[in-house]
């Protein structure tokens, strides 16, 4: 590990706070924000991923955010060397940086590498596509239990994304996901990590939830996935199942109402936030004297804020003044 180069890490569920945290950070670092999340990397989907603002992106640089277009399924693979590119780039400006993100299996893919899986083919990707639209994930699963059981075990019956992909590599490679990924692979990000992880009570995440998701209403989101439905793109796609696309698809459809799909929306989201919480809460990111677990959403807006934010930036500070020193 090349201690002399760090990156830092904010990481926990969606709405707790990670994107003004990673910004603080970087004011007070010389930082960039780079993106660790599989929806906001979609230019589409500005509103209901909640990416940067303009003004955001005026004050502290971000990299990774809305660059890749709908149409395109993205993978942790081209999201690993586009992070790798983007850390090279802020070291070698003397700049740190800062992944911000909930999505576990990118922080996983620097932290521990990863095994690169043949691409099974156009065919055995319309395959799976075409019959989790003819049959269901549940019943997919049934199948892929039967051929591949080892990779099912791991998969909940209605992931229909991770089923359909699990699905493909066995179709296309004749062996299972869970099989290739026992197989050495490309190597962890060569530098420190410090980490810091929020996780807010479920109640205080699920007001955030709800409060946000109102808010994108107001910016626009039902006309945002209007523009994307237009385009009449795969449904199996990521993008087409972000959170609070299929429910506000169907109010277009008029197959139920704008108040039924928000809830509907906002209902899902905190169960994806549930488990991104278990998700972090049994993975280490990094080693434990450089990790920080916050269970408090950020910023705080209580008695003891400034405090707070004290304590997390002198926590990092303190790591970051170590560089070169053997841990």
Not at 89 to 103: F, N, R
Not at 189 to 201: E, G, H, M, N, T
Request: proline share 5%; charged share 25%; net charge negative.
């Amino acid at each position: 590990m090349n201690a002399s180069r760090i990156a830092i890490i904010v990481a926990g569920p969606t709405c707790s706070g990670k994107s003004a945290l990673a910004m603080d950070i970087a004011r007070h670092q010389n930082g960039v924000v780079i993106n660790a999340d599989s929806m906001q990397v979609y230019r589409d989907l500005h509103i209901l991923t909640a990416r940067p603002s303009v003004a955001d992106e005026a004050q502290v640089p971000h990299r990774l955010y809305g660059v890749l277009d709908a149409a395109y399924p993205g993978s942790v693979a081209w999201w690993r060397e586009q992070a790798l590119a983007a850390m090279e780039e802020c070291w070698a400006s003397g700049q740190m940086p800062i992944l911000c993100g909930g999505t576990g299996m990118y922080l996983r893919a620097l932290l521990e590498g990863l095994v690169e899986v043949p691409d099974p083919g156009e065919e055995a990707r319309c395959e799976a596509r075409q019959l989790i639209d003819d049959i269901g994930p549940a019943a997919l699963h049934e199948r892929l239990m039967e051929v591949d059981p080892s990779t099912a075990q791991t998969l909940r019956s209605n992931d229909s994304q991770r089923i359909s992909r699990a699905w493909e590599v066995w179709r296309g490679t004749g062996r299972g996901l869970l099989a290739w990924r026992s197989e050495p692979g490309l190597p962890a990000a060569d530098c420190r990590f410090i980490s810091v992880r929020l996780d807010p009570p479920r109640p205080e995440l699920r007001a955030s939830i709800k409060l946000r998701f109102d808010q994108m209403i107001e910016a626009g989101a039902l006309d945002e996935v209007a523009a994307l439905v237009e385009r009449g793109l795969d449904t199996a796609l990521p993008a087409m199942r972000a959170h609070g696309v299929p429910e506000l698809s169907a109010v277009l459809r008029q197959d139920t109402s704008l108040e039924e799909a928000c809830d509907a929306a906002v209902l899902a989201t905190g169960r994806y936030t549930r488990r991104q919480a278990t998700w972090f809460r049994h993975h280490t990111l990094g080693k434990k004297e450089d990790s920080m677990d916050l269970l408090r959403r950020y910023p705080s807006f209580e008695q003891d804020s400034e405090n707070y934010k004290e304590k997390i930036q002198n926590f990092i500070s303190k790591r970051v003044d170590l560089r070169g020193v053997a841990s």
